[in-house]
DNA sequence: ATTAAAATTTAGGCAAATCTAAAAATTTGT
DNA sequence: ACAAATTTTTAGATTTGCCTAAATTTTAAT
């Protein structure tokens, strides 16, 4: 029984982002924070929680925040997988760069039709993550997040391979393109500095040294797994 | 100087049916043959018809009908290029069949990015016509239809290649698959029933019997062209 | 524990796109 | 040509999603 197919395109943005704000904090989602990231005001969120609240999308009572319901989660994991495969679509068949695609994924993952998504999957031989590291749910709503660390955060030492970015923002995306710094890379973190957190890695073969914001924006899988 | 950029949904919606009607009937386009076409009221349609003309996509004088302006043909041919190409996509990468790609196209048409279906028209290799046969505008929205003739309107003898249909409902293009008829077909029209004007028709090697209707749906490219 | 500050909701409005019903203009039939 | 039929437009409502401003509730500070 999912009416999944009649929610407006407003409606959909609206999960999505509860959605990406319940996965930081655990708690509930703030009806500020909401506003913030949509840029949009509270007032109007107010609104459209009590809508998603009696189509049973989220969990509501008034000045308490919002949560998904179960009904809420499937759906913003539905958009979510649209949204990432849209996006690797757009890096593997038509040659677009990391920092492009989210604009365009953010219309595209609101087409409605089974079909066109699970076909798209099977055209893209069923990736596990998106141009930026992140996992893709499959049909079902499935996925885990990949073991990974932040840069800024793993010892001395260790070495692993550059698997995702935390702020998927263009800017930092091109920073990170001008310097030569691509998933997949090999990298090795050979000293940190104290003082400003800045570290020297190497990384595939190359010297580099990066600031700790740049670090604490890098996810690595390091190989001392289990 | 194109806003085409600015244009809702809605309003590409009718610039698109203006446009099919406007092939037509080459006079004004009637009030009550876009809200038919469009499954909406006549007043809707006048309401629309003033914002348009006020953008001046549309000509427009009252109780007389409407026209494109130069800058709403441009728009319609840019909204059918994009709807077309998507076409080819769903057919030639997902598999889909023709008769459902019509749905979807209708959806992806409306996703603004110049370098999306840049690159997607790249990556079909610049098709000249979708999957019905109908032409695809180029990115400067020239295009030229076909030189082709309803099997209806051909004499007897009459030998070509199928390489379009007028009706591409669903309805047709299942009769047409059921009936092994597709485009690229080699037809030959041997015998003209008089009294309802059927055709008895060699279409890739095997005799066929099809009747006016079919036959006034159908296009074919003769060989006899100088 | 009160009060000040912050967050949230309510109330009332607006613009887009639609509708119904009624009025106006055009077209048609004789 | 002129009344009737048809087409088109206007007038006034409705719904969705948003807004501002004011009221309410919660949280934080002393």
Not at 131 to 141: A, T
Not at 178 to 195: D, P, T, Y
């Amino acid at each position: 029984m999912h009416k999944l197919y009649l929610m407006t395109r407003s409606e959909e943005n609206y999960i999505k982002t509860i959605f990406h704000l319940g996965r930081k904090g655990t708690q509930e989602v703030a009806t500020n924070a909401i506003a913030e990231l949509m840029e949009t005001k509270p007032s109007s969120v107010t609104d459209m929680i009590k809508k998603l609240s009696e189509k049973n999308l989220v969990n509501y009572k008034r000045y308490q925040g919002v949560s998904l319901t179960s009904l809420g989660t499937k759906t913003a994991l539905g958009i979510i997988r649209k949204h990432r495969l849209w996006e690797v679509f757009l890096v593997e068949k038509l040659d677009f760069s990391w920092d492009e695609v989210h604009e365009v994924a953010e219309q595209l993952e609101h087409i409605k039709s089974d079909k066109l998504i699970d076909s798209l999957d099977r055209l893209l031989a069923f990736p596990k993550f998106d141009p930026h590291g992140d996992p893709i749910p499959d049909k079902n709503g499935g996925f885990k997040e990949r073991d990974r660390d932040l840069l800024s955060e793993v010892p001395i030492n260790t070495v692993g391979v550059c698997v995702g970015v935390k702020d998927s923002s263009a800017t930092f995306l091109k920073f990170l393109d001008k310097n030569g710094i691509a998933l997949g890379n090999q990298i090795s973190v050979k000293e940190r500095e104290e003082f400003d957190g800045s570290l020297n890695i190497e990384i595939d073969g190359r010297n580099l040294q990066i600031s700790h914001v740049i670090a604490a924006n890098l996810y690595i899988k390091t190989n001392d797994e289990i």
